[in-house]
């Protein structure tokens, strides 16, 4: 019998090196899966001023599941988490489980109490200046301090902020596609997939709400949050974030 595939999305701004320990704690059990998404490593740079939108990228991970693979469990982190619970909407024949460390799903924020949450996603400048070297280096200051807190920029090394640079046009669409999309709270309903949604205490209002109510919605979420950790976990503390995710596929993987 063949190994049970496992699909390991990574973050926007990174690429799939972001999950090698978890890949290297799965390859003996199962088949791993960890495309680099459009834009970043092997997959090529997006030229900067092309439109592009998220879809593309759920596309891509698709047609890695056409291949005979069977129902895989699928693996995210941030924009590759929300990617993940795209792709268990449009292929949920394909999809065995879900493990999404904060998925960006901020169309689930819906109600009227979400105001507050709305307003600091707000403060995500929504024009990105291309410049004479297809570089807005103030965006994307301001768009890792959003996440990481003030001066989170200026503390990256630089080889990590030259990485950014070089894939800052295409980050830049995923967060204005991502922002747009409106799938809601009934829609993420229909994921019967087993999730594990992961989080950290530390991490922005916003995705910690998203967190709470996709919990609420999706009938087989488990919601396990890390005390002193912020939306970076997967890397900064990534022995307990893979322990976590690599039981939830153990157990889901009891069937395959």
Excluded: C
Aim: aromatic letters at 8%.
């Amino acid at each position: 019998m063949s190994k049970p595939g496992v699909l390991l999305v990574h973050s926007g701004g990174f690429t799939s090196r972001q999950w090698r320990k978890l890949a290297a704690a799965l390859e003996s059990t199962h088949q791993v899966l960890a495309p680099d998404l459009i834009g970043y490593g092997a997959s090529g740079t997006w030229p900067p001023g092309v439109p592009f939108h998220f879809r593309q990228d759920v596309a891509l991970l698709a047609s890695l599941l056409d291949d005979g693979h069977g129902p895989v469990h699928v693996v995210g982190h941030s924009y590759g988490g929300f990617l993940a619970l795209q792709l268990a909407l449009a292929r949920p024949d394909a999809v065995r489980s879900l493990a999404l460390y904060e998925p960006v799903a901020f169309g689930i924020l819906d109600e009227p109490r979400d105001e507050d949450a709305h307003r600091l996603l707000a403060r995500v400048e929504a024009h990105y200046d291309l410049g004479a070297d297809g570089v807005d280096e103030a965006w994307l200051a301001q768009f890792v301090d959003w996440w990481n807190g003030p001066g989170a920029w200026a503390g990256l090394g630089e080889a990590t902020r030259t990485s950014f640079r070089e894939v800052g046009w295409k980050l830049y669409q995923e967060v204005i596609t991502l922002m747009a999309d409106r799938t809601d709270r009934a829609i993420y309903g229909t994921i019967g997939a087993p999730t594990l949604l992961l989080g950290g205490e530390l991490s922005p209002l916003p995705e910690r709400r998203v967190l709470e109510k996709l919990a609420a919605a999706l009938p087989g979420a488990t919601l396990q949050m890390f005390a002193g950790v912020g939306h970076m976990g997967p890397i900064t503390h990534a022995t307990a974030v893979n322990a976590a995710i690599v039981a939830h596929i153990q157990a889901s993987s009891s069937g395959d």
